[in-house]
């Protein structure tokens, strides 16, 4: 990517769901996950893919690297704080990449270089230093002042000129805690943009959180004042309220051309299918209305706006839902359709599957609907939900389940299959989900707590699939699973042990030392 554009009307999209994205709590992904939602991405149209941190942990390191070898299009970042070592490491990640780029940060708010015990001018060395490391390794480098919002003008503005002439590309203004409004936002570019020698001759980028839930808007206000890449994620996905939403900032500006002349090359289509894609492998639903992909998004139930959109759809609708990949054929399927009506109906919502893929699913749509008279859309993707976080290739499985109810007492009997042995224990508990998850931990023992148990009915009536969300905690570690069936004890049960499985994973993994306490920018 070249360091200055000269078609100024063109944002660059940063899609920053695989790193910042994945350090929500609980959303963690495996490498197979990761790997197919960088393919997405690519294939969408973004600009940049920061892949993931390199030197977090061995399976950032390959992540990064596999996704940097199978790009076509797009730019792979990595990050890495400001010390050699990080660096390195992120290099040796992305240079596999067809148009690699090392993303380095440091903080320099106040409250940050107190943290890092650095005085300004030491700072202003370390930057100095690092930035220049990193562009003798590569030609596209991202520099970004963590806390740049808190951070006194007069000095944001001697860094930002200290990365430049170090030989950053693009300079990175994060609004790391969710605090600025559109018109700080704006005016923090703005100054930038003019007072900065070199100022021109680089990319200005926004990043910004979700805490006041002005994130979209920050960012907009930030590309009015002259920033040209947008760092964001699928569905908002980030650390506390999330970051900036990919699909609300571009279909923001596609929608508002009239006062955001702006052109991104997403594919906007493709939009609704990551959407979904996402929010299975992290475990994160979409609120039902969220902005762009809730479910609610182009719903109308006031008689009003029910009768003005059937006149005249322009009446309550700025967009149409198909510009975001989504199919108006609800039509319901049952169990005399065959594989190639539920391929068909797949591809329509967004799914692309192989033959081996499709068989699987198959399966289950065929359990499902001898159990339901007629499947509907939200059926299918709640199938593809439970399809993703429920698979042969689990330590932990769900093999028999037997559940007594009522007045009586309450009691599970549950078989699992734990690293391929299959185990089973009787538990009784205060109810029915309460029994099965004690007998999972019988047959598991493990010191997680509960922290989120959520039941959501996918369709109307009595056959409806329920949707479970589990959230579990354990050392600082948060795990989130997901399950769906017509059985709802079941589908809780699938959802408890698909986040032990996750937090198998996440036990894996190890977190950098953040604060940068002890680490020496030569390392």
């Known amino acids: 990517m070249a360091a200055n554009m000269t078609d100024t009307s063109r944002v660059l999209i940063f899609d920053t769901t695989l790193r910042d994205g994945e350090q929500s709590p609980g959303a963690t992904m495996t490498h197979a996950e990761k790997l197919e939602i960088a393919t997405l991405l690519d294939d969408m149209g973004v600009d940049v893919i920061e892949a993931g941190f390199p030197i977090a942990s061995e399976g950032d390191f390959a992540a990064v690297s596999e996704i940097a070898k199978n790009s076509k299009n797009s730019v792979i970042c990595g990050l890495s704080r400001a010390n050699f070592k990080d660096i390195d490491r992120c290099w040796e990640a992305v240079k596999h990449a067809a148009k690699p780029r090392i993303h380095t940060f440091i903080g320099t708010s106040p409250s940050h270089r107190e943290i890092t015990k650095l005085t300004q001018e ?83 980028a926004t990043h910004c959180h979700n805490d006041l839930g002005m994130a979209t808007a920050n960012s907009l206000a930030a590309v009015n004042a002259g920033a040209r890449q947008i760092e964001c994620t699928i569905n908002g996905l980030g650390e506390r309220a999330g970051n900036t939403a990919l699909e609300e900032v571009v279909m923001a500006m596609r929608v508002r051309r009239d006062l955001m002349p702006y052109a991104t090359q997403i594919d906007t289509t493709k939009i609704m299918n990551l959407s979904r894609r996402v929010a299975q492998v992290s475990g994160f639903p979409v609120q039902f ?7 609610n998004a182009f719903l109308h139930e006031s008689g009003i706006h029910q009768d003005g959109v059937l006149k005249n759809v322009e009446t309550f609708e700025i967009m149409r839902p198909s510009d975001i990949g989504i199919t108006d054929s609800n039509i319901a399927m049952g169990k005399h359709s065959g594989r190639a009506a539920l391929r068909s109906k797949l591809k329509d919502l967004g799914y692309e599957l192989a033959d081996n893929q499709l068989q699987d699913v198959f399966v289950r749509f065929k359990a499902l609907a001898d159990r339901k008279k007629e499947v509907y859309d939200e059926d299918i993707i709640a199938l593809m939900t439970d399809s993703a976080a429920n698979t042969g290739e689990d330590q932990l499985q769900v093999k028999k389940l037997r559940v007594i109810c009522g007045t009586g007492g309450q009691e599970a009997a549950l078989t699992m299959s734990v690293g391929g042995e299959e185990i089973s224990a009787t538990c009784e508990g205060d109810g029915p989900v309460d029994a099965c998850f004690n007998a999972v931990k019988e047959i598991f023992p493990h010191g997680a707590r509960l922290k989120l148990y959520q039941v959501q009915a996918v369709t109307d009536g009595t056959d409806a699939q329920a949707t479970v969300s589990v959230r579990l905690e354990e050392d600082g570690r948060i795990v989130t699973g997901s399950a769906a069936d017509t059985d709802t004890i079941l589908a809780s049960v699938k959802a408890y042990v698909g986040a032990l499985n996750r937090l198998i994973v996440r036990r894996t993994k190890t977190a950098p030392d953040a604060d940068m306490k002890t680490v020496s920018f030569k390392e």
């Open 289 to 295: 209305n969220k902005a762009i992909v809730g479910k």
């Open 122 to 204: 030491e700072m202003i060395e370390r930057i100095h230093e690092t930035v220049t490391h990193a562009r003798n390794l590569c030609e596209d480098v991202q520099w970004s002042a963590m806390d740049a919002i808190r951070t006194e003008r007069d000095y944001l503005a001697r860094v930002v000129e200290c990365a430049i002439k170090a030989g950053a590309t693009t300079i990175n203004i994060p609004d790391t805690v969710g605090y600025t409004l559109p018109e700080e936002s704006a005016e923090i570019i703005r100054e930038l943009v003019e007072r900065v020698p070199g100022a021109d001759q680089v990319i200005f």
